[in-house]
């Protein structure tokens, strides 16, 4: 028994109960007792009479008793139940919040374990994913003390288990329960099911001395499980969507650099020195990530504008227009679109195409514009000279609070002087 239920008035709820039973109870009891006392003992004269009639009143009393204490734990076991569903509840709903914003398989699979181990108050969580062309599951995530040694004594047996499951989809059990006792050792093997078969599974294991592993908590893994599956097909489906998203670019980036010819490996430079740039600035992942793409396909919309006419100022200033309208199209590019938008914009509002100012621009499109502006001046090209690093530094200082953002001058300038950003010949 808990500390916390030692006493029977150790518990607001037990002094509840205890004040309800005695005045239900002991009340009514001591006022039959008077009664009895001052009306009935002295008009009993039979002594075995009198010795019969106390000990009613006592055995009503013992009676009541028992029926108090038997309620109390009725009541604790009921709350015990409940504070168990709620918990695992808890853990569900945080699971799940989790699970949802998963980014890769790996981080589905931690947060999975995690949150098993917790729900069966497990001794060892382990997860597997399906092994490739026929090959076993293999584990991917582990969790609790001495996890990778009860692995190896009870792998024969989990091996088992996995094949079956993984086999017939469905839940794989062993334990004192099922009469195949390993000591004090249960485990249930649960799918991650996927479209046609098991994703992977996940094997829960407990030798403490607890019990088996009741159908509640396995009901709680089940769904876990199923929350688990939903989040890696869609972290899968992202990593896709990543990787057809970073093939494309590159195709666009090639054509761009094909079409343009007089600035090849311009976007891939751009990229890098914004990268540095937005590192040094302390962007987060997120805005890295939209900054590298926005710096390779920044001049994108000059795919639109004929070969003839790139030399033609008023011609290549509808650029930015053009390639934002192209990305806002595309769900997977539409954040790149404002950057691109703007990364010909002054700091002084005197840029185009619409002219804004300050922090009106985004910060990505205020590194771009820096960067795109050192990478062609110290860049060759098929009409003009390439620029010295001094000079080029020179230029970008003068243009300080008036075509660039002074602060992201000022990081880019210290890069250069730190040797962080040099001259590339991509």
């Given at each position: 028994?808990?500390?916390?239920r030692?006493?029977?008035?150790?518990q607001?709820?037990d002094?509840?109960?205890?004040?309800t039973y005695?005045l239900?109870?002991?009340?009514?009891?001591?006022?039959?007792?008077?009664l009895?006392n001052e009306?009935?003992?002295?008009?009993?004269?039979?002594?075995?009479?009198?010795?019969g009639?106390?000990?009613?009143?006592?055995s009503v009393?013992?009676?009541?008793?028992a029926?108090f204490?038997a309620?109390r734990?009725?009541?604790?076991r009921t709350?015990?139940?409940?504070n168990s569903?709620?918990?695992?509840l808890?853990?569900l709903?945080e699971?799940?919040?989790r699970?949802s914003?998963?980014?890769?398989e790996?981080?589905?699979?931690?947060?999975l374990?995690r949150c098993?181990f917790?729900l069966a108050d497990?001794?060892?969580?382990?997860?597997?994913a399906?092994?490739s062309?026929?090959k076993p599951?293999?584990?991917?995530?582990?969790?609790?003390?001495g996890?990778?040694?009860?692995l190896?004594?009870?792998?024969?047996?989990i091996?088992e288990?996995?094949?079956?499951v993984?086999s017939?989809?469905?839940?794989a059990m062993?334990?004192?329960?099922k009469g195949?006792s390993?000591?004090?050792?249960?485990?249930?093997?649960?799918?991650?099911?996927?479209?046609?078969?098991?994703?992977g599974?996940?094997?829960v294991?407990?030798?403490d001395s607890?019990?088996?592993?009741d159908?509640t908590?396995?009901d709680?893994?089940?769904?876990?499980a199923?929350?688990?599956?939903?989040?890696?097909r869609n972290?899968d489906?992202?990593?896709s969507?990543?990787?057809?998203?970073?093939?494309m670019?590159?195709?666009l980036v090639n054509?761009?650099?094909?079409?343009?010819q007089h600035?090849?490996g311009?976007g891939s430079r751009?990229?890098?020195?914004?990268?540095?740039?937005?590192?040094e600035?302390?962007?987060d992942e997120k805005?890295?990530?939209r900054?590298h793409f926005?710096?390779?396909?920044h001049?994108i919309?000059m795919l639109?504008i004929?070969?003839a006419?790139?030399l033609?100022a008023?011609?290549?200033?509808k650029h930015?227009?053009?390639?934002?309208r192209?990305?806002?199209?595309?769900r997977l590019w539409?954040?790149l679109?404002p950057?691109v938008?703007?990364?010909h914009e002054?700091f002084?509002?005197r840029?185009y195409?619409?002219g804004?100012?300050?922090?009106?621009?985004?910060l990505e499109?205020r590194i771009i514009?820096?960067c795109?502006?050192?990478d062609?001046m110290?860049?060759?090209?098929?009409?003009k000279?390439a620029s010295?690093?001094?000079?080029?530094?020179?230029?970008i200082?003068?243009?300080?609070?008036t075509?660039?953002d002074?602060?992201?001058?000022?990081t880019?300038l210290?890069?250069?002087e730190?040797g962080?950003?040099?001259?590339m010949?991509?």
């Amino acid at each position: 028994m808990s500390k916390n239920r030692n006493s029977i008035f150790s518990q607001k709820l037990d002094r509840i109960v205890y004040i309800t039973y005695f005045l239900g109870a002991i009340v009514p009891l001591i006022a039959l007792a008077v009664l009895a006392n001052e009306f009935v003992l002295p008009e009993v004269t039979d002594r075995l009479a009198w010795l019969g009639l106390v000990a009613l009143v006592f055995s009503v009393g013992s009676l009541s008793l028992a029926c108090f204490l038997a309620l109390r734990r009725t009541v604790h076991r009921t709350l015990d139940r409940m504070n168990s569903d709620n918990r695992r509840l808890t853990v569900l709903l945080e699971a799940s919040g989790r699970l949802s914003n998963a980014a890769h398989e790996a981080e589905a699979a931690a947060t999975l374990v995690r949150c098993a181990f917790e729900l069966a108050d497990a001794t060892a969580v382990f997860a597997f994913a399906k092994g490739s062309d026929g090959k076993p599951p293999t584990l991917i995530e582990s969790l609790g003390d001495g996890s990778d040694e009860l692995l190896r004594r009870i792998s024969s047996s989990i091996d088992e288990m996995l094949n079956l499951v993984m086999s017939q989809g469905q839940p794989a059990m062993r334990g004192p329960e099922k009469g195949r006792s390993w000591g004090e050792t249960a485990a249930v093997v649960i799918p991650l099911a996927g479209d046609e078969a098991p994703i992977g599974a996940i094997a829960v294991i407990r030798t403490d001395s607890d019990g088996p592993l009741d159908s509640t908590r396995i009901d709680a893994l089940s769904t876990l499980a199923a929350l688990a599956s939903v989040s890696m097909r869609n972290s899968d489906l992202r990593d896709s969507q990543r990787n057809f998203f970073s093939h494309m670019t590159e195709l666009l980036v090639n054509a761009l650099d094909s079409h343009l010819q007089h600035q090849n490996g311009h976007g891939s430079r751009v990229a890098q020195y914004a990268n540095r740039v937005g590192r040094e600035l302390q962007l987060d992942e997120k805005q890295l990530q939209r900054l590298h793409f926005a710096s390779l396909l920044h001049d994108i919309g000059m795919l639109r504008i004929d070969r003839a006419l790139l030399l033609n100022a008023t011609a290549c200033e509808k650029h930015p227009t053009i390639g934002a309208r192209m990305l806002e199209q595309i769900r997977l590019w539409q954040d790149l679109a404002p950057i691109v938008l703007h990364h010909h914009e002054h700091f002084d509002g005197r840029g185009y195409p619409q002219g804004i100012a300050g922090d009106e621009i985004p910060l990505e499109a205020r590194i771009i514009a820096v960067c795109e502006a050192f990478d062609v001046m110290v860049s060759s090209s098929s009409y003009k000279v390439a620029s010295e690093l001094p000079d080029a530094v020179q230029e970008i200082n003068d243009c300080k609070g008036t075509q660039f953002d002074p602060h992201v001058v000022e990081t880019f300038l210290d890069l250069v002087e730190r040797g962080v950003i040099e001259v590339m010949s991509i």
